[in-house]
């Protein structure tokens, strides 16, 4: 059995903003955490959903065609595919993603942060 993962003590072990970090795998799927400052630039997947959950601080995601969602900590969104967004923290933000392993986070593997496990 493994040992139960430690978010929070994961997230301390790095500083770089929009570097997500692979912590543990789930069913061919990334579970990863992220720590977030500023804006993003707008992209899309066009394969899978964006899943973001926020541990710590606030987080915006500008939807194409739907506004901006706004979440605090606890509280999750998920863009559907094929969906063009930009998630922006006005201060920094910690979350949790899941995607299918090998998922660009950019939507496009020649801009996507390499990926990290941790």
Do not use: C
Not at 43 to 68: K, M, R, S
């Amino acid at each position: 059995m493994n040992a139960p993962i430690d978010l929070a003590g994961k997230l301390a072990t790095f500083t770089e903003a929009w570097q997500p970090r692979t912590v543990s795998l789930y069913n061919g799927h990334d579970v990863m955490v992220a720590k977030l400052r500023g804006e993003y630039h707008w992209h899309v997947h066009p394969d899978t959903d964006d899943f973001f959950l926020v541990l710590q601080g606030a987080l915006e995601i500008d939807v194409e065609g739907a506004g901006t969602v706004a979440l605090g900590p606890g509280q999750l969104y998920v863009v559907p595919k094929g969906v063009r967004h930009r998630p922006r923290a006005a201060d920094e933000a910690h979350i949790l993603l899941i995607e299918p392993t090998g998922t660009p986070n950019s939507g496009d593997p020649q801009t996507a942060a390499p990926r990290r496990v941790i």
